[in-house]
Every structure is written in structure tokens, then in C-alpha cells.
T-cell receptor
Framework: KAGVTQTPRYLIKTRGQQVTLSCSPI?????VSWYQQTPGQGLQFLFE???????NKGNFPGRFSGRQFSNSRSEMNVSTLELGDSALYLC???????????FGPGTRLTVT | QQQVKQSPQSLIVQKGGIPIINCAYE??????FPWYQQFPGKGPALLIA?????SEKKEGRFTISFNKSAKQFSLHIMDSQPGDSATYFC??????????FGTGTRLQVFP
């Protein structure tokens, strides 16, 4: 089976812009979670989608949003980018709760 | 109460040694404890996971020890190799897909 794929792999944006990141889960996986990884804060949970519905949300401002499509693919959007949003954004998929989560390679976002 | 505390921050061992990484948690609702391995420029890769109904789990050279009463769990890497040099993260969750991660341990294995 192909693993979790994320596009793009690298992105450079300017403060104030918005960005959309994409994630394709492992075939058959219906749950997609997003995490932010930074040197200072480590790995932090953003949100989780299952069957096109947000099922869980972390402690991030409303500028961070996401959605999931009927084929389980997911996108996350960050509006009004700030310098502090520079991070590795990771997507993970699983069959459902209580199943193993598998991570993609991440999208490296740099905000200048 | 949502934190997972991980130690040490970094670890240096020689080839063949047995590095041990420790994690502790407070939330008694946590019931799933995975370990991830991350190489530079890559996403975390699931190594091994345990649930509270067992005290130990082995997969290849990786072993998790779990102490429910102490709310602690640890990763042991047997016969460590230079290729094991990476950052290791423990994590925990409670019937959701929200993983709470430890701060990571950078392991270096020298030949």
C-alpha cells in the first residue's frame, strides 16, 4: 500500500498570505489528523477529520482550518500567515480511533 | 494533565549498547502509548505501541516496558546500530486520534 502523501513538500509564503496544504491518506483509512512540528513547541495536534467531519480540535487559533473530502483526502488552510507559523506540517492517517496512526513526510512551510 | 514528559533530551551510546528512553504521564484516561522514530527531513514513523493491559511488548530490537501504577513507560533498543541514530518520540492518547507527544530524544549511536 502507498503511504500517506503530502503536497507540496516545501512552501515559502509571505506574512499575511494564506496557504493550503494537501494530504492523501493510506488507502482505506478514513481518519486524517494534522500536526504542527516546531523546534520550540514540538509536535502539536491541530485537528482530526473522519468521514468529512471534524471530530477533534487542538488549541490553535481560528486561522487554522481544515476539511476532508468524500475520498478521505484532506486539506488544511492557514490564513493571514504569521512568522510563527513557520513549521513542518504533518498529516497522519488511521482506520479510525484506537488504530495506529501513520504519518506522511510533511510540508515544510516557511513564512517570511 | 495532558502532558507527556520525556527524558533524556539526548543520548549517546556505542554500537551494541542498549539506550533507554523514558516517558511519564499524568492523565489516567490515556490508554494507547506509541513510539515514533523520526529521521531528519522525514515524518515520524511508528515503531511500536502498547496498551495498559500488558507490561511489556517486543518487536524486533525494540521493547516497550509499561508501568501502569507509576504512569511511566520506556523504550529499550537492543543491540543498537548507527542506523538507529534518530529522534524518538513517545506519545499517548485516550480513545481519540489526538496524540500527545513527548518532547523527543535525540539518539546518536557511534560505531
Amino acid at each position: 500500500k502507498a503511504g500517506v502523501t503530502q503536497t507540496p513538500r516545501y512552501l515559502i509564503k509571505t506574512r499575511g498570505q494564506q496557504v493550503t496544504l494537501s494530504c492523501s491518506p493510506i488507502s482505506g483509512h478514513r481518519s486524517v489528523s494534522w500536526y504542527q512540528q516546531t523546534p520550540g513547541q514540538g509536535l502539536q495536534f491541530l485537528f482530526e477529520y473522519f468521514s468529512e467531519t471534524q471530530r477533534n480540535k487542538g488549541n490553535f487559533p481560528g486561522r487554522f482550518s481544515g476539511r476532508q473530502f468524500s475520498n478521505s483526502r484532506s486539506e488544511m488552510n492557514v490564513s493571514t500567515l504569521e512568522l510563527g507559523d513557520s513549521a513542518l506540517y504533518l498529516c497522519a492517517s488511521s482506520q479510525d480511533r484506537d488504530y495506529e496512526q501513520y504519518f506522511g513526510p510533511g510540508t515544510r512551510l516557511t513564512v517570511t | 494533565q495532558q502532558q507527556v514528559k520525556q527524558s533524556p533530551q539526548s543520548l549517546i551510546v556505542q554500537k551494541g549498547g542498549i539506550p533507554i528512553i523514558n516517558c511519564a504521564y499524568e492523565n489516567t484516561a490515556f490508554d494507547y502509548f506509541p513510539w515514533y522514530q523520526q529521521f531528519p527531513g522525514k515524518g515520524p514513523a511508528l515503531l511500536i505501541a502498547i496498551r495498559p493491559d500488558v507490561s511489556e511488548k517486543k518487536e524486533g530490537r525494540f521493547t516497550i516496558s509499561f508501568n501502569k501504577s507509576a504512569k511511566q513507560f520506556s523504550l529499550h533498543i537492543m543491540d543498537s546500530q548507527p542506523g538507529d541514530s534518530a529522534t524518538y518520540f513517545c506519545a499517548a492518547s485516550d480513545h481519540t486520534d489526538k496524540l500527545i507527544f513527548g518532547t523527543g530524544t535525540r539518539l546518536q549511536v557511534f560505531p
